[in-house]
T-cell receptor, first 115, second 120 residues
């Protein structure tokens, strides 16, 4: 059962444009929603994360919008740059019984920003 | 800190051979995760440990896969015998566990560079 659905699978945006990636989740127990960025040949790295007590979080050009009632969250990249070209993963988790955050990842979105 | 260290970075082996992947988590982290990444299935959690104890191995595909964490600074993922469908990139990640999280520390998972496994 896929608990986090991510779309689109791939995205091409012109330099300076806005990139938008969407995710939807099913498990209402999720209480932590991070986005990870992965460059080719590298491991994923945390980009930005949000908890459900806020509807938006902004860090530089990156913004997470969160809609608890719809069980959806999205990543917006403003003024997209070629250096943003990477694969982006949304994820969700809740504090497990053993005390660790076990992440459930979306399938990923390959973003290409063209000059 | 050097970050999460994985070895080898690349492994090419023949079907039926034993493969051992290694991971050194970030010092002070007490949760360790093994993931597998493929184009078809994305990032899959295989198993994770808290304080060297395996907590959830429901993602381990079959008995050919096994993982150990003999101490806080080392973990292995073993595949025996290996099959071509095991070809993937295997990532190890580490993070702080709940005591630190409740104290306000971030719950970020730090990923290693991965091991690209090819089984011929």
């Amino acid at each position: 059962q896929q608990q986090v659905k991510q779309s689109p699978q791939s995205l091409i945006v012109q330099k300076g444009g806005i990139s938008i990636i969407n995710c939807a989740y099913e498990n209402t127990a999720f209480d932590y929603f991070p986005w990870y960025q992965q460059f080719p040949g590298k491991g994923p790295a945390l980009l930005i994360a949000i908890r459900p007590d806020v509807s938006e979080k902004k860090e530089g050009r990156f913004t997470i919008s969160f809609n608890k009632s719809a069980k959806q969250f999205s990543l917006h990249i403003m003024d997209s740059q070629p250096g943003d070209s990477a694969t982006y993963f949304c994820a969700a988790s809740s504090l497990g019984w053993a005390g660790s955050y076990q992440l459930t990842f979306g399938k990923g979105t390959k973003l290409s920003v063209i000059p | 800190d050097a970050g999460v260290i994985q070895s080898p970075r690349h492994e090419v082996t023949e079907m039926g051979q034993e493969v051992t992947l290694r991971c050194k988590p970030i010092s002070g982290h007490n949760s360790l995760f093994w993931y597998r990444q493929t184009m078809m299935r994305g990032l899959e959690l295989l198993i994770y440990f808290n304080n060297n104890v395996p907590i959830d191995d429901s993602g381990m595909p079959e008995d050919r896969f096994s993982a150990k964490m003999p101490n806080a600074s080392f973990s292995t993922l073993k595949i025996q015998p290996s099959e071509p469908r095991d070809s993937a990139v295997y990532f190890c990640a580490s993070s702080l566990a709940w005591a630190e999280l409740l104290a306000g520390a971030g719950n970020e998972q730090f990923f290693g560079p991965g091991t690209r496994l090819t089984v011929l």
